[in-house]
Each structure stands twice: as structure tokens, then as C-alpha cells.
């Protein structure tokens, strides 16, 4: 079975463009992969006409070239310096997260306490770390997951070529950069024009980055 990495990512700028007001469809406008057997090539095509839609214009995609157009925009971006800032100011501005972030902030100065205890030999070493490792699950407890999820997301962005290659020294590369991209990626939206030129937006999950 082949495998697309961007699959369902795939998105015609036409057809999200012009989206007729209020229409309700989720697939509208998403470009399905397609093996042509004649010649072996891969590509994506709007089924805009297909599925009862007026017909776009859109031309089919190499799936190679939208890739590697794909690599290169992400291998460029850059993440700002103050990212873990942004994204600590983020995070506690969702109301969901701030009484998590409170207790942390309660939790980091209960372990200082307990530090300083222990540099003075107020406490045994096996009560210490029986209470360190007690504190330190608590906390991996209450980390707002989209914390965890936004660093992850700036480390593979900042890493983005180096893990796309390590890809190849993996039983089925093609789907390890499936799985590489969906971490990344929400949509590619693709505008053929003339010479198969092809414009792509990426959109990454985590917000932090911008192109060169």
C-alpha cells in the first residue's frame, strides 16, 4: 500500500477561496491522492466536480514536489528567541490552566523548601527523595498538556530537516514522515498556475513560527 505523507492535508486554494457562504462540509476543497499505474506517479487532484461541485480549474500536484516544497518551507522557519515566553503567556492565559499553573508555582516553592532542608540535613536522604518524587509527579500531573504539546511542536520545527532524515533509517520512512508531518502540519493549501507553479501556506500547530 502507498503511502502519502501529506494525505489528508492536502487542500485546493480555489476551492477554499471561493467556498459558497454557510455550506457546511468538512471535506470541501480537500485534494485526494491518487497512483496513476500507467506511470507510476503520484499526485494529488481536486474532486471538487466529482463530488457535485462546480469544476475549479485546479490542476493535479506531484506529491514529490509538494513534499519537498513541504521540507523546505518547514527546514526555513525560525523560531523566535522568546518562544518559552510566548508560550508560558499562552498557556496561562487559558482560564482552563490557571489554577494547574498555580499549584505548580505553590509545588516549586514547597520543593525549594525541601531542598534547602535537605542542604542542611533537616531531613534523610530517603524521606527527601521520597518526597521530591512525590512532588515531581504531581506536577507532571498538572502540566497543561498543550504546555508539553507546544514544546514538542518547536523542537521538531527547529529540528524539522534533521528529523525528516533520520526518517530514512527506519523501517517504512515514508510513514514515519507521515506521522512527523501530522505533528506539525494542519493544512497545505496548493494553487497550481501556470508552469506548475505551486504556491503552499503551512500552517503549524504551534504558532511560533515564521519563514526567512
Same mark, same amino acid.
Given at each position: 500500500?502507498?503511502? /502519502? ?5 492536502? *487542500? ?5 477561496? %471561493?467556498?459558497?457562504? %454557510?455550506?457546511?462540509?468538512?471535506? *470541501? ?7 496513476? @499505474? ?26 514529490? +514536489?509538494?513534499?519537498?516544497?513541504? +521540507? ?10 522568546? /518562544?518559552?515566553?510566548?508560550? =508560558?503567556? =499562552? ?30 540535613? /533537616?531531613?534523610?536522604?530517603?524521606? *527527601? ?10 506536577? =507532571? ?18 529540528? /524539522? ?30 494553487? %497550481?498556475?501556470? @508552469?506548475?507553479?505551486?504556491? !503552499?501556506?503551512?500552517? !503549524? ?8
Amino acid at each position: 500500500m502507498r503511502t /502519502f505523507v501529506l494525505h489528508d492535508r492536502v *487542500y485546493c486554494a480555489r476551492c477554499i477561496a %471561493g467556498k459558497p457562504h %454557510g455550506l457546511n462540509d468538512d471535506n *470541501y476543497g480537500r485534494m485526494h491522492p491518487y497512483f496513476q @499505474n500507467q506511470n507510476g506517479i503520484t499526485y494529488y487532484r481536486c474532486i471538487a466536480q466529482e463530488r457535485g461541485y462546480e469544476k475549479c480549474g485546479q490542476r493535479g500536484v506531484h506529491s514529490d +514536489v509538494l513534499d519537498e516544497q513541504i +521540507v523546505e518551507i518547514l527546514s526555513e522557519m525560525v523560531i523566535p528567541e522568546d /518562544f518559552r515566553e510566548r508560550i =508560558e503567556f =499562552e498557556v496561562r492565559r487559558r482560564l482552563e490552566n490557571a489554577a494547574s499553573l498555580g499549584r505548580m508555582e505553590e509545588i516549586g516553592k514547597i520543593v525549594e523548601r525541601i531542598d534547602l532542608s535537605w542542604e542542611q540535613s /533537616f531531613i534523610d536522604k530517603e524521606a *527527601y527523595v521520597e518526597k521530591r518524587r512525590q512532588l515531581q509527579q504531581e506536577i =507532571e500531573a498538572l502540566r497543561p498538556i498543550d504546555y508539553d504539546e507546544l514544546t514538542e511542536a518547536t523542537d521538531l520545527i527547529q529540528n /524539522f530537516r534533521i528529523y525528516w532524515n533520520e526518517c530514512t533509517n527506519l523501517d517504512n520512512p515514508e510513514d514515519a514522515r507521515k506521522q512527523l508531518i501530522a505533528k506539525v502540519v494542519d493544512r497545505v493549501f496548493v494553487y %497550481g498556475g501556470k @508552469n506548475w507553479r505551486l504556491y !503552499s501556506t503551512v500552517i !503549524s500547530q504551534s504558532y511560533l513560527g515564521k519563514t526567512k
